[in-house]
C-alpha cells in the first residue's frame, strides 16, 4: 500500500521534536523555518503562510518546499505548530499587569544579527465588534496562565492599498512590542530602555502597525524597545456626527452607546449589497452577520429610545496608557517614551502633543511627514460626510440616530466599501487634498469632559513642551502617482479648475481677488504651460509646499512666538535610494524621495531589502538615520555627545531663526543647511501675509 508523502514529511516533523536533544529546538526551527521564503509568492494555505511570514530569505531546500505547497491544510496546520514548538522552545515569559504573555527570542535580519524578544499580538483592549462597536474600548480582564504572544493579531478592517480588497477584522486592537534585553528578577537586573512607539499611517483609513511594513530589526538593534499598535481606521474610527453623542475622533475617541436607537433602510439597497457580501465571503459567516444584522434590526424601532453616547477615551491614548503600566516588564523606561510616527501617523502624534487626554504618557515626539496644521489632517464638514457614507449604504435619512443605529447594524465589509467608493467618487473631490486624505479623520468635538480636542490646532499650539523632530521629504508629490492610477482625468480635471489647489484660507468672497491669487500659483509654478505629464515635477512642487512643507514651517513659527522651552528639530529626506518604500512598493519609478520612502530606512521591509552591500550608500543613511532617531528618543537629542565610537561625526542643531530656519539635509551626506525650499516658501509667506483670511 503506497503511503502518502505528506504522511512522511510530518512523521519526519515529529522525529526531529523527538531527537531534539542532538540539534538544539531553535536552531533546528531556524533551519527549517529559514528554507520556506520561496513559498512566500505561492498559492498555500493561510497556516503555511504564517509559517513562512517568520523566516528570512534563504535558497536551501528550495525544491523540496516547494512540494509542501500541496500539503493538506490538518498537515500543514500540524508542522506550522511542531516549527512553532521548536523556534519557542520554553519561551521568553514576561509578567504583565494583566497576566504573563510568551514570546520569542530572535535575531535580527541585520549583518549584526543581534537578539531581541518578540512579543506579538498583545491586546490592549477587548474586542470592540459586535454590540461593542462605536463604543469606548473595553480595559480587559486579568487572565490566568501563560497566553502566547507568538503571531501579530488581525488589523483593522480596512481596504489593503496594494490590491484595493477588503481586509482586517473588528477584533484588531493589538500592539507589538521588540525588545532588546529582559528584566532578570533572580539577578534584579532592569535594562530600563528608551521606548519607541511607533504610529502607523495611511489617511487615516488603512493600514497596521504589524511588520509587514514595519519591522523591528533596525531599531531594535540600536537598543530601543519598540512597540507598534492597530487603531481603528476610517468611518469606524472617526465617523463624526458633531454632537455629544458622536463627536468624532472614534480612531482617537469611542462612542459609549447606552441605549439602542431606530434604523430606517432602503431594503432594495441594502439587499444587493449584502449580497455582495456573500459572494466575497463564506456562507457560514454571511449567515452569521446577516443573522446578526437582522436580530438587531427587528429588536429595535425607530425614536423609541434616545441615544446616549460619550466619549470617553481614544484606542491610541489606551495604547499609550498600556505602554506607561506595563512596559517596564519588557525592559523599558515607562517615563522615556517617544511616539513617532508617519503621515497620518504624524498628525496622530502632534494631535497628542496638543491633546490634555495624552498629557504624560510621552517625552518626545517624532512627526515625519505631517502635523495637525496639515490641510489633510482635520475634518470639514465631517456631519455632511456621514450622511453620504449613510446614503451609499443605502439608507436616506437627516436624522443622526436613526444613520447610527444603521452603521451599527452593518457589516464592516460595507462601511469599508462604501466609504472607499465616496473617497473615489470624481468631480469635486479630485483635488490636491483628496489624494492624501480619506472621508473620515479626526475632527474637532463638542466641550464635554472627555473630550480629546475641543479647539482647533492653530488654537491649542504650543502644546506639551517636549522635544520635536519633524520634517519632510523633497518630493513628497510623487504620491500623486498612485491617485493618477485610479483617476487619470485628475490632470487635466486640474488644469481646467486650477481654483482646487488654492488652500481654503486664501480664498475670499472677493472673486476678482480669488483669480488673481489662483493665477499668480498658476503662474510661478507652470508660467503658461498646461498641466500635464509633461510638466509633473511643478506639480510634485506645488503639492510639497501646500500639503506638507508650509504647514510644518508655519507651525514652528507659531510655536516660536509661545513660551514653549524644549527644542525642534528639522530636516528634509531628499535621498532617492533602493529603499525608498513608497515608491517600491507601488512600482513608481519618477525620480525622487517620495512620500514615505524615509521609513524603509528606519524599519526593515523583507520585500524591499536586496543584498546591498555593507559599504552601500543605502545602509550608511539607514545606520545614521537609526542611530539619530534612537539617539533623540534617549536622550531628547539626535546628536548628543558620546564615547563610542559612532557614524555620526556632525551636530544637529535645533531650529533657532522661524525665518531662516536650520535644517538637516539628508541626500546620501547629512548637511546642516538654512532656509528650506527657500523661493518657494517665500512666495507662500508673500501670499499669506498679503491675501490669508483670518483663521
Same mark, same amino acid.
Request: charge should be positive; charged fraction near 25%.
Given at each position: 500500500?503506497?503511503?502518502?508523502?505528506?504522511?512522511?514529511?510530518?512523521?519526519?516533523? %515529529?522525529?526531529?521534536?523527538?531527537?531534539?536533544?542532538?540539534?538544539?529546538?531553535?536552531?533546528?526551527?531556524?533551519?527549517?523555518?529559514?528554507?520556506?521564503?520561496?513559498?512566500?509568492?505561492?498559492?498555500?494555505?493561510?497556516?503555511?503562510?504564517?509559517?513562512?511570514?517568520?523566516?528570512?530569505?534563504?535558497?536551501?531546500?528550495?525544491?523540496?518546499?516547494?512540494?509542501?505547497?500541496?500539503?493538506?491544510?490538518?498537515?500543514?496546520?500540524?508542522?506550522?505548530?511542531?516549527?512553532?514548538?521548536?523556534?519557542?522552545?520554553?519561551?521568553?515569559?514576561?509578567?504583565?499587569?494583566?497576566?504573563?504573555?510568551?514570546?520569542?527570542?530572535?535575531?535580527?535580519?541585520?549583518?549584526?544579527?543581534?537578539?531581541?524578544?518578540?512579543?506579538?499580538?498583545?491586546?490592549?483592549?477587548?474586542?470592540?465588534?459586535?454590540?461593542?462597536?462605536?463604543?469606548?474600548?473595553?480595559?480587559?480582564?486579568?487572565?490566568?496562565?501563560?497566553?502566547?504572544?507568538?503571531?501579530?493579531?488581525?488589523?483593522?478592517?480596512?481596504?489593503?492599498?496594494?490590491?484595493?480588497?477588503?481586509?482586517?477584522?473588528?477584533? %484588531?486592537?493589538?500592539?507589538?512590542?521588540?525588545?532588546?534585553?529582559?528584566?532578570?528578577?533572580?539577578?534584579?537586573?532592569? $535594562?530600563?530602555?528608551?521606548?519607541?512607539?511607533?504610529?502607523?499611517?495611511?489617511?487615516?483609513?488603512?493600514?497596521?502597525?504589524?511588520?509587514?511594513?514595519?519591522?523591528?530589526?533596525?531599531?531594535?538593534?540600536?537598543?530601543? #524597545?519598540?512597540?507598534?499598535?492597530?487603531?481603528?481606521?476610517?468611518?469606524?474610527?472617526?465617523?463624526?456626527?458633531?454632537?455629544?453623542?458622536?463627536?468624532?475622533?472614534?480612531?482617537?475617541?469611542?462612542?459609549?452607546?447606552?441605549?439602542?436607537?431606530?434604523?430606517?433602510?432602503?431594503?432594495?439597497?441594502?439587499?444587493?449589497?449584502?449580497?455582495?457580501?456573500?459572494?466575497?465571503?463564506?456562507?457560514?459567516?454571511?449567515?452569521?452577520?446577516?443573522?446578526?444584522?437582522?436580530?438587531?434590526?427587528?429588536?429595535?424601532?425607530?425614536?423609541?429610545?434616545?441615544?446616549?453616547?460619550?466619549? +470617553?477615551?481614544?484606542?491610541?491614548?489606551?495604547?499609550?496608557?498600556?505602554?506607561?503600566?506595563?512596559?517596564?516588564?519588557?525592559?523599558?523606561?515607562?517615563?522615556?517614551?517617544?511616539?513617532?510616527?508617519?503621515?497620518?501617523?504624524?498628525?496622530?502624534?502632534?494631535?497628542?502633543?496638543?491633546?490634555?487626554?495624552?498629557?504624560?504618557?510621552?517625552?518626545?515626539?517624532?512627526?515625519?511627514?505631517?502635523?495637525?496644521?496639515?490641510?489633510?489632517?482635520?475634518?470639514?464638514?465631517?456631519?455632511?460626510?456621514?450622511?453620504?457614507?449613510?446614503?451609499?449604504?443605502?439608507?436616506?435619512?437627516?436624522?443622526?440616530?436613526?444613520?447610527?443605529?444603521?452603521?451599527?447594524?452593518?457589516?464592516?465589509?460595507?462601511?469599508?466599501?462604501?466609504?472607499?467608493?465616496?473617497?473615489?467618487?470624481?468631480?469635486?473631490?479630485?483635488?490636491?487634498?483628496?489624494?492624501?486624505?480619506?472621508?473620515?479623520?479626526?475632527?474637532?468635538?463638542?466641550?464635554?469632559?472627555?473630550?480629546?480636542?475641543?479647539?482647533?490646532?492653530?488654537?491649542?499650539?504650543?502644546?506639551?513642551?517636549?522635544?520635536?523632530?519633524?520634517?519632510?521629504?523633497?518630493?513628497?508629490?510623487?504620491?500623486?502617482?498612485?491617485?493618477?492610477?485610479?483617476?487619470?482625468?485628475?490632470?487635466?480635471?486640474?488644469?481646467?479648475?486650477?481654483?482646487? #489647489?488654492?488652500?481654503?484660507?486664501?480664498?475670499?468672497?472677493?472673486?476678482?481677488?480669488?483669480?488673481?491669487?489662483?493665477?499668480?500659483?498658476?503662474?510661478?509654478?507652470?508660467?503658461?504651460?498646461?498641466?500635464?505629464?509633461?510638466?509633473?515635477?511643478?506639480?510634485?512642487?506645488?503639492?510639497?509646499?501646500?500639503?506638507?512643507?508650509?504647514?510644518?514651517?508655519?507651525?514652528?513659527?507659531?510655536?516660536?512666538?509661545?513660551?514653549?522651552?524644549?527644542?525642534?528639530?528639522?530636516?528634509?529626506?531628499?535621498?532617492?535610494?533602493?529603499?525608498?518604500?513608497?515608491?517600491?512598493?507601488?512600482?513608481?519609478?519618477?525620480?525622487?524621495?517620495?512620500?514615505?520612502?524615509?521609513?524603509?530606512?528606519?524599519?526593515?521591509?523583507?520585500?524591499?531589502?536586496?543584498?546591498?552591500?555593507?559599504?552601500?550608500?543605502?545602509?550608511?543613511?539607514?545606520?545614521?538615520?537609526?542611530?539619530?532617531?534612537?539617539?533623540?528618543?534617549?536622550?531628547?537629542?539626535?546628536? $548628543?555627545?558620546?564615547?563610542?565610537?559612532?557614524?555620526?561625526?556632525?551636530?544637529?542643531?535645533?531650529?533657532?531663526?522661524?525665518?531662516?530656519?536650520?535644517?538637516?539635509?539628508?541626500?546620501?551626506?547629512?548637511?546642516?543647511?538654512?532656509?528650506?525650499?527657500?523661493?518657494? +516658501?517665500?512666495?507662500?509667506?508673500?501670499?499669506?501675509?498679503?491675501?490669508?483670511?483670518?483663521?
Amino acid at each position: 500500500m503506497r503511503v502518502r508523502w505528506w504522511r512522511v514529511v510530518v512523521l519526519c516533523a %515529529c522525529t526531529l521534536v523527538l531527537r531534539s536533544d542532538a540539534l538544539p529546538p531553535a536552531t533546528l526551527g531556524d533551519v527549517v523555518a529559514n528554507a520556506a521564503t520561496s513559498l512566500n509568492s505561492m498559492k498555500i494555505t493561510g497556516a503555511w503562510r504564517r509559517l513562512s511570514s517568520t523566516v528570512s530569505e534563504s535558497v536551501g531546500l528550495k525544491a523540496a518546499l516547494r512540494r509542501l505547497q500541496a500539503v493538506p491544510a490538518r498537515a500543514a496546520r500540524l508542522v506550522h505548530a511542531l516549527v512553532d514548538r521548536m523556534r519557542v522552545g520554553g519561551g521568553p515569559i514576561v509578567f504583565t499587569q494583566l497576566g504573563a504573555l510568551r514570546g520569542r527570542k530572535l535575531a535580527t535580519r541585520t549583518v549584526e544579527q543581534s537578539s531581541y524578544y518578540s512579543f506579538k499580538g498583545i491586546r490592549y483592549a477587548q474586542p470592540p465588534r459586535g454590540s461593542l462597536r462605536f463604543r469606548a474600548p473595553v480595559p480587559l480582564e486579568p487572565w490566568s496562565g501563560v497566553r502566547d504572544a507568538l503571531e501579530e493579531g488581525a488589523v483593522c478592517p480596512h481596504r489593503f492599498m496594494l490590491f484595493d480588497t477588503y481586509k482586517g477584522d473588528e477584533d %484588531c486592537l493589538f500592539l507589538n512590542v521588540y525588545s532588546p534585553a529582559l528584566p532578570d528578577k533572580l539577578s534584579g537586573y532592569n $535594562p530600563k530602555l528608551a521606548v519607541m512607539v511607533w504610529i502607523h499611517g495611511g489617511a487615516f483609513a488603512v493600514g497596521s502597525g504589524n511588520a509587514f511594513l514595519y519591522g523591528p530589526d533596525h531599531l531594535v538593534g540600536a537598543g530601543v #524597545v519598540l512597540v507598534t499598535l492597530n487603531y481603528r481606521l476610517g468611518a469606524l474610527g472617526f465617523l463624526s456626527l458633531e454632537s455629544d453623542e458622536v463627536p468624532g475622533n472614534m480612531g482617537l475617541k469611542r462612542v459609549d452607546l447606552k441605549d439602542s436607537v431606530g434604523v430606517k433602510m432602503n431594503k432594495h439597497l441594502f439587499n444587493a449589497k449584502v449580497e455582495g457580501t456573500k459572494a466575497s465571503k463564506g456562507q457560514d459567516t454571511f449567515h452569521d452577520e446577516i443573522d446578526h444584522l437582522l436580530l438587531i434590526s427587528h429588536a429595535i424601532k425607530p425614536y423609541e429610545k434616545k441615544i446616549k453616547a460619550k466619549c +470617553v477615551r481614544e484606542d491610541q491614548v489606551m495604547a499609550l496608557k498600556w505602554v506607561r503600566d506595563n512596559i517596564e516588564a519588557f525592559g523599558g523606561d515607562p517615563k522615556r517614551v517617544t511616539i513617532f510616527g508617519e503621515s497620518a501617523g504624524a498628525a496622530s502624534v502632534h494631535l497628542h502633543m496638543l491633546s490634555k487626554a495624552s498629557e504624560g504618557l510621552f517625552h518626545n515626539a517624532i512627526a515625519q511627514s505631517g502635523l495637525a496644521l496639515s490641510p489633510w489632517a482635520l475634518a470639514t464638514n465631517p456631519l455632511e460626510r456621514a450622511f453620504e457614507l449613510g446614503r451609499e449604504l443605502g439608507i436616506d435619512t437627516n436624522n443622526t440616530a436613526e444613520l447610527l443605529g444603521y452603521l451599527r447594524a452593518t457589516p464592516s465589509e460595507l462601511i469599508v466599501k462604501a466609504g472607499a467608493r465616496i473617497s473615489g467618487a470624481p468631480g469635486k473631490s479630485a483635488d490636491l487634498r483628496s489624494t492624501v486624505a480619506l472621508p473620515f479623520l479626526p475632527a474637532v468635538e463638542p466641550d464635554h469632559p472627555d473630550a480629546f480636542l475641543t479647539a482647533a490646532p492653530r488654537d491649542s499650539l504650543p502644546g506639551a513642551d517636549v522635544p520635536l523632530l519633524t520634517g519632510y521629504n523633497a518630493q513628497e508629490g510623487i504620491i500623486l502617482f498612485r491617485r493618477l492610477q485610479r483617476d487619470p482625468k485628475l490632470l487635466s480635471e486640474l488644469d481646467r479648475e486650477f481654483r482646487r #489647489v488654492v488652500p481654503p484660507e486664501l480664498l475670499s468672497d472677493d472673486e476678482e481677488q480669488t483669480r488673481n491669487i489662483t493665477e499668480a500659483i498658476r503662474t510661478f509654478y507652470f508660467q503658461n504651460r498646461p498641466i500635464d505629464a509633461r510638466n509633473i515635477n511643478n506639480l510634485i512642487d506645488l503639492f510639497t509646499d501646500v500639503m506638507f512643507l508650509r504647514p510644518i514651517l508655519e507651525t514652528l513659527r507659531l510655536q516660536a512666538v509661545t513660551n514653549r522651552t524644549s527644542p525642534t528639530y528639522l530636516y528634509r529626506f531628499a535621498f532617492d535610494g533602493a529603499l525608498g518604500l513608497f515608491k517600491r512598493m507601488l512600482g513608481i519609478t519618477h525620480p525622487g524621495a517620495c512620500h514615505g520612502d524615509e521609513m524603509g530606512y528606519l524599519f526593515y521591509f523583507s520585500r524591499l531589502n536586496y543584498r546591498l552591500d555593507d559599504d552601500s550608500t543605502e545602509l550608511a543613511v539607514s545606520r545614521r538615520m537609526v542611530q539619530m532617531w534612537t539617539n533623540f528618543a534617549k536622550t531628547g537629542n539626535p546628536t $548628543p555627545p558620546v564615547e563610542y565610537e559612532s557614524v555620526i561625526d556632525f551636530k544637529w542643531q535645533p531650529v533657532n531663526n522661524t525665518r531662516q530656519m536650520d535644517y538637516l539635509n539628508i541626500d546620501g551626506n547629512f548637511t546642516l543647511l538654512s532656509g528650506p525650499e527657500a523661493k518657494r +516658501v517665500r512666495f507662500w509667506d508673500w501670499l499669506y501675509e498679503n491675501y490669508a483670511q483670518a483663521p
